[in-house]
């Protein structure tokens, strides 16, 4: 199975993880409805059977539920399993002690003691900076409850910033957790992604597959019936789709050379970028299982040059 470090931290994961923010969360994703646990059980199954071993969840992801299911499904395993949660920085957590707590918390409905990585969920500055946070998180990697430091939705100064408090401590920071896929390139352009390569830090690519699109399921019939945020997203829009055309037909062509899907191509792709770990999200055993299969082979220079081209 393919791997990679995060950062210099020296914690391993899997180059391909799973996102698992839809896992118990009724808010935003149709948990209880439309999947529930027992489709999500599978999702971590059929993952960990493929080899897909690293789990990225937050403690704000179905308000705790989602770790308590990471948790419990680890119980039911025998596989090492590599675990990546996340502090939300809300305004009422108004000292140092609040992230030491919040961490435990953590720790407990995820049933175990240390975990691969810790991330600050979004640069949110109330009465605790970003000195506190990596200072405390520092700390938490001396103890061994942690084994790397991460940040999510960082710039690239801001990202500096926290890699530059953590080596005060000694720690490196391992990982910026951000949306990139072939039609969310920004990092590429706001300096986040050259910053990151500077400064040896990791790459969690989140909504890897821009939220479906490059699956390929959509069509002009199929956004007529569509729901939830993608009703108003202009990409997913007839006209939206059109303009995308060529990024789509050149996905299709591709995977249908590697006998692939045009997803295993959008999440092969990014593993092509070096240093970048997609976190697709999987709801069912099936979703898993086609994740997994942007692993064990590798698109050629030229062909990822080609879809850069046409993603533009």
Not at 76 to 87: D, L, M, N, R
Not at 171 to 185: D, E, G
Request: net charge neutral; charged share 20%.
């Amino acid at each position: 199975m393919q791997t990679i470090q995060l950062g210099s931290s020296g914690a391993t994961v899997t180059a391909l993880g799973v996102g698992t923010w839809s896992w118990g969360d009724t808010l935003f994703w149709a948990y209880g409805k439309d999947f529930g646990s027992e489709d999500v059980a599978g999702a971590f199954q059929a993952s960990v059977e493929a080899g897909v071993t690293f789990f990225d969840t937050a403690e704000i992801y179905g308000l705790g539920e989602s770790e308590r299911l990471i948790g419990k499904f680890c119980r039911q395993t025998s596989q090492p399993v590599q675990i990546a949660t996340k502090y939300f920085p809300v305004p009422w957590r108004w000292n140092r002690e609040a992230i030491t707590e919040a961490l435990t918390a953590s720790l407990e409905r995820l049933q175990t003691s240390q975990i691969s990585l810790y991330q600050i969920h979004w640069p949110l500055e109330f009465l605790l900076k970003t000195k506190d946070f990596m200072e405390v998180l520092a700390d938490e990697v001396k103890k061994g409850r942690i084994q790397a430091v991460g940040v999510s939705n960082y710039s690239a100064h801001q990202m500096t910033e926290a890699h530059e408090y953590l080596a005060a401590k000694g720690i490196p920071l391992a990982v910026n957790q951000v949306p990139y896929s072939l039609l969310t390139r920004q990092i590429e352009q706001n300096g986040t992604m050259a910053k990151a390569r500077q400064l040896g830090v990791t790459i969690l690519a989140y909504s890897p597959l821009a939220q479906g699109l490059l699956t390929g399921k959509y069509t002009d019939q199929t956004v007529k019936n569509l729901q939830g945020a993608r009703r108003i997203d202009p990409r997913f829009s007839p006209k939206g789709l059109q303009k995308r055309e060529p990024l789509f037909a050149a996905l299709k062509e591709i995977a249908a050379k590697y006998d692939k899907t045009p997803a295993q191509v959008s999440l092969n792709w990014l593993i092509c970028q070096g240093n970048v770990i997609p976190i697709p999200g999987a709801k069912n055993a099936d979703q898993a299982r086609q994740n997994a299969g942007a692993l064990g082979w590798s698109l050629t220079p030229e062909e990822v040059e080609l879809l850069r081209q046409k993603s533009m």
